[in-house]
């Protein structure tokens, strides 16, 4: 195992209503940050569980003090658990893994491995037909899209990445949708991050049923997308075109 500081983690999990995945999902990456990294802590998200998610979280940190537990009052969704892990992290680098347990954790041997070559890792998995047709369907359009309105060659833009803690911080709550890593990893990517894509491998989940879909969380991540191109692709090329002479629209 590596020694230098570069090499070290915090990982986060989310959770609601998970704690029949939680303790595989918290044990599996612990067994592969003990093998690979000089440091890490394990930031358990409880987001208003009505289960026993947090007492199972609780047993697990009697013998492994590098996890912690934080508890929301009231359910707050995916990427203001990103965003709350992102403040409490102490590691020079991040990565953020399901409380599913729908990653499977000895896929993640590579992406330790290359922690600190690069500012991001991003993920993309080797099995993406286990999922239904109709979510493939909308990943591989939301991919598709994402890198036709913004220039980028991204393979997947929500699989487990591993991103600078300090570069996260540059763009702090950018928004809490869905959509948050997708939106992070284009403002990293258009600011000139160095970036490399790695492999994962999916399960089934065992228990429960994304939220993803739901009407709501839809809207919200076309939002952000939409003020996201207005931002980068329509507003700052004017500013471009302002500053060299040439007439904008």
Request: hydrophobic share 40%; glycine share 6%.
């Amino acid at each position: 195992m590596g020694t230098s500081a570069a090499n070290s983690l915090s990982i986060i999990i989310p959770a609601l209503n998970e704690e029949k995945n939680i303790r595989e999902a918290c044990l599996g990456v612990a067994a592969l940050a003990e093998q690979h990294l000089s440091d890490y802590e394990i930031l358990v998200f409880d987001d208003a569980s009505q289960d026993r998610t947090a007492d199972v979280v609780r047993e697990l940190q009697k013998h492994n003090s590098k996890i912690l537990l934080f508890q929301n009052p009231v359910n707050r969704g995916l990427g203001y658990n990103y965003w709350a892990g992102i403040d409490n992290a102490r590691c020079p680098y991040a990565l953020m893994v399901p409380g599913d347990n729908e990653v499977i954790s000895e896929s993640l041997h590579e992406i330790f491995q290359k922690i600190g070559t690069s500012d991001i890792i991003i993920s993309y998995s080797t099995n993406p037909k286990l999922r239904p047709l109709s979510r493939q369907i909308v990943s591989n359009l939301f991919t598709g899209i994402l890198n036709l309105l913004f220039g980028l060659k991204v393979r997947y833009y929500n699989g487990p990445c591993v991103i600078r803690t300090d570069f996260a911080r540059k763009f702090r709550g950018a928004t809490t949708s869905f959509a948050y890593m997708a939106v992070l990893l284009i403002k990293l990517l258009k600011s000139g991050a160095s970036y490399q894509h790695l492999t994962f491998t999916l399960q089934a989940r065992k228990y429960g049923r994304t939220s993803a879909f739901r009407l709501k969380n839809i809207i919200n991540v076309i939002n952000d997308i939409l003020q996201l191109f207005w931002k980068i692709q329509v507003r700052n090329a004017r500013l471009t075109q302002s500053n060299t002479g040439v007439a904008s629209c």
